[in-house]
T-cell receptor, first 114, second 115 residues
């Protein structure tokens, strides 16, 4: 069974700092990994999607990397802003019992202090 | 496109009542997912459909839960009878890719409270 862990559970940084969020998974036979942000009381917004054949994806100040062999992904946020404050979730896609499965991590709650 | 639409946004009901949650996926998306989010268990996949057909319902917690997708633009998640432990935020998501899961787009969620 796929297990997805995100460390740290919470993070507080001053505005302007670069930061890294971590996601680890136990089954390396994944077909994609997606990073989301969730604002309080809201749904999930897709940030970046990495297919299993890719090593990284970039969008603006965000860069996500994927190392399947070690079961890790990182989300790098450059020059953090207060508007980046949210919970960040990673979701791993795998096949299990002939079905496609999506397993979410528990999330990292980020606070960027002005 | 308006994105994934869910209704109602909030639902408060009493134990034993039937609850029906509704979802309209993004037009043209092949996949539709139902998730449940709680503080204790995080985000869990309940069931997903491909081209209106239920593919995997192994995440549905018990027989009180059922989901249907009568056409490409509408799905329901029903709980009957509801229990206080069903209180959670229920999300619907859709995905455009047919070969494998591609990017998922989430609706705003339905916050369910069962008293």
């Amino acid at each position: 069974k796929q297990e997805v862990t995100q460390i740290p559970a919470a993070l507080s940084v001053p505005e302007g700092e670069n930061l890294v969020l971590n996601c680890s998974f136990t089954d390396s036979a994944i077909y994609n990994l997606q990073w989301f942000r969730q604002d309080p009381g809201k749904g999930l917004t897709s940030l970046l999607l990495i297919q299993s054949s890719q090593r990284e994806q970039t969008s603006g100040r965000l860069n996500a990397s994927l190392d399947k062999s070690s079961g890790r992904s990182t989300l790098y946020i450059a020059a953090s802003q207060p508007g980046d404050s949210a919970t960040y979730l990673c979701a791993v896609g795998t096949y299990s019992g002939g079905y496609q499965k999506v397993t979410f991590g528990t999330g990292t709650k980020l606070q960027v202090i002005p | 496109d308006a994105g994934v639409i869910q209704s109602p946004r909030h639902e408060v009901t009493e134990m034993g009542q039937e609850v029906t949650l509704r979802c309209k996926p993004i037009s043209g998306h092949d996949y539709l997912f139902w998730y449940r989010q709680t503080m204790m268990r995080g985000l869990e996949l309940l069931i997903y459909f491909n081209n209106n057909v239920p593919i995997d319902d192994s995440g549905m917690p018990e027989d009180r839960f059922s989901a249907k997708m009568p056409n490409a633009s509408f799905s329901t998640l029903k709980i009957q009878p509801s229990e206080p432990r069903d209180s959670a935020v229920y999300f619907c998501a859709s995905s455009p890719f047919s070969g494998s899961f591609n990017e998922q787009f989430f609706g705003p969620g339905t916050r369910l409270t069962v008293l």
